[in-house]
C-alpha cells in the first residue's frame, strides 16, 4: 500500500524531471509552504536534484554537491511560484492570464480568458472556449447593428484561433493581432488586417446581386501585401522585425498584390510559397503540412537557418535569444512539440552538436 510519504517522493520527483502536472505544482508548493518535508524526503529532494542537473545536456556540467537545505528549498519554491529558469512544465502558465486582449471599436479592452465566457458574449457577441490546441474565440452575426472594426493581439508565448462571423477560421500565432469587421454582411468584399503570422481557412460566401449570384472575395491586408482569396486554406507570416513576409498556399488559390512592386500580382498554386523581400521577390515549393503544423502545436524546420528557428522560439516561450558565438547561421532541421518545455526543446537542438544553450532567467546564449 502506497503511503503519504511515497506519494510525496514520486511527486518531487515528478517535479524535478519536469513532468508536474497543473495540479501537482499546486500540491507541490503547499508541500513546501506547509513546511512537511521531513529529513528523508529532504535528502530524496536532493538526491533527485542532482540527477537532473547531472543528466542535462543544457545546463552546464557541474560537480555533485551536497546542498544546504534552505538553498534547495528556497530556490525551488522560486521555480514553483514563477517559473524561473523554465524547469517547470509550460502548463504553470495557467497560473496567471494569457494576456490576449481584444479591443472594441470603441477603445475598451477585454483580455480573454476562458473562465468569463459571460463577459466576452455580451461585449464581442461570441464566446470563449479552450481545448487541448489552446483558445477558440467565435463570433457571432449581431443583426441589425452596424459594422464595426475589433482587433485581437496575442502576446509572445500564446496563440488563439478565431472563428469569425461568416466562418472563416483563423489561428493567430504568438506575437500576432487581427484587425477584423464585426459583421460582413452586405460587403462586397470581406478585409481583415493582419501583422504577424496568422493560419486562415477561408469560408467560400455568395451573395445575391439584383439577379446574379456572386462570390465575396476575402482580403488580407498587411503593410506588405494583399492576399485575395474566394475559399482555402493559406498561411501568412509577416512579423514586422523581419524582412520578408511569406504566403504559402495550401488548398485552393490566392492571388498575393506585392505592395512594394506595384502592378505585380502573383497567383499561387497549393504548394507554393511567395517570399516578398526588400527588393525580390521569390516563388518556392514547400511542404504543406510543415506550414500548417504550428496550428496543431508542432514546429517543423527542414534545412532552416538557426536564426530563424530561434526567433520561433522566442516568441513561443517569450525569450530572448543572444548568440554568443558566430552560429546564426547554422542550417539543421527538427520536430518540435510546442507543449514541450523550453529546456526540453533546447536538448533537442543541441542533440544535433552543432550548438549548446544555456538559459539565464528569460535569456537564452546560444554557442558553438
Known amino acids: 500500500m502506497s503511503t503519504n510519504k511515497d506519494y510525496n517522493k514520486q511527486l518531487i ?33 536532493e538526491e533527485s536534484w542532482n540527477t537532473v542537473f547531472e543528466e542535462n545536456a543544457v545546463l552546464e556540467k557541474s560537480k555533485k554537491t551536497k546542498w544546504i537545505w534552505s538553498t534547495v528549498a528556497a530556490a525551488i519554491l522560486l521555480f514553483v511560484l514563477a517559473g524561473v529558469g523554465y524547469v517547470i512544465n509550460r502548463d504553470s502558465r495557467e497560473l496567471t492570464s494569457s494576456g490576449i486582449v481584444l ?24 464566446k470563449i472556449t479552450e481545448d487541448e490546441y489552446g483558445k477558440t474565440l467565435q463570433l457571432y452575426e449581431n443583426e441589425g447593428s452596424q459594422t464595426d472594426y475589433q482587433t485581437i493581439s496575442v502576446p509572445r508565448g500564446e496563440k488563439i484561433r478565431l472563428i469569425l462571423t461568416d466562418g472563416t477560421k483563423v489561428w493567430l500565432n504568438a506575437a500576432s493581432s487581427l484587425r477584423y469587421p464585426t459583421s460582413f454582411a452586405n460587403e462586397q468584399t470581406r478585409t481583415v488586417f493582419l501583422e504577424g503570422e496568422g493560419y486562415f481557412e477561408v469560408h467560400h460566401t455568395k451573395q445575391y446581386v439584383d439577379t446574379s449570384i456572386i462570390s465575396i472575395p476575402f482580403i488580407v491586408s498587411t503593410d506588405r501585401q494583399n492576399v485575395r482569396v474566394l475559399g482555402t486554406k493559406f498561411n501568412i507570416s509577416n512579423y514586422p522585425e523581419e524582412h520578408t513576409v511569406k504566403t504559402a498556399l495550401l488548398e485552393g488559390a490566392v492571388q498575393v498584390e506585392a505592395l512594394r512592386f506595384t502592378g505585380h500580382k502573383q497567383l499561387l498554386k497549393p504548394g507554393q510559397q511567395l517570399t516578398i ?15 500548417s503544423a504550428w496550428t496543431r502545436c508542432e514546429l517543423v524546420f527542414e534545412n532552416e537557418e538557426l536564426e530563424v528557428v530561434m526567433d520561433k522560439l522566442e516568441r513561443l516561450y517569450d525569450i530572448d535569444v543572444i548568440y554568443v558565438d558566430d552560429v546564426a547561421r547554422l542550417r539543421l532541421g527538427a520536430k518540435i512539440s510546442t507543449r514541450k518545455s523550453l529546456q526540453e526543446t533546447l536538448q533537442l537542438l543541441s542533440a544535433t552538436q552543432l550548438v549548446s544553450f544555456k538559459i539565464e532567467g528569460r535569456r537564452v546564449m546560444v554557442f558553438k
Do not use: P
Open 103 to 126: 479591443t472594441l471599436a470603441d477603445g475598451r479592452q477585454i483580455e480573454l480568458d476562458s473562465g468569463n465566457e459571460s463577459g466576452i458574449s455580451e461585449l464581442a457577441n461570441g
Open 277 to 291: 523581400g526588400s527588393d525580390k521577390l521569390e516563388l518556392t515549393d514547400i511542404d504543406v503540412d510543415a506550414e
Open 13 to 45: 520527483d515528478r517535479f524535478t524531471k519536469n513532468k508536474a502536472s497543473f495540479e501537482e505544482l499546486e500540491v507541490f508548493d503547499h508541500l513546501i509552504r506547509s513546511d512537511q518535508i521531513d529529513k528523508d524526503l529532504r535528502e530524496h529532494m
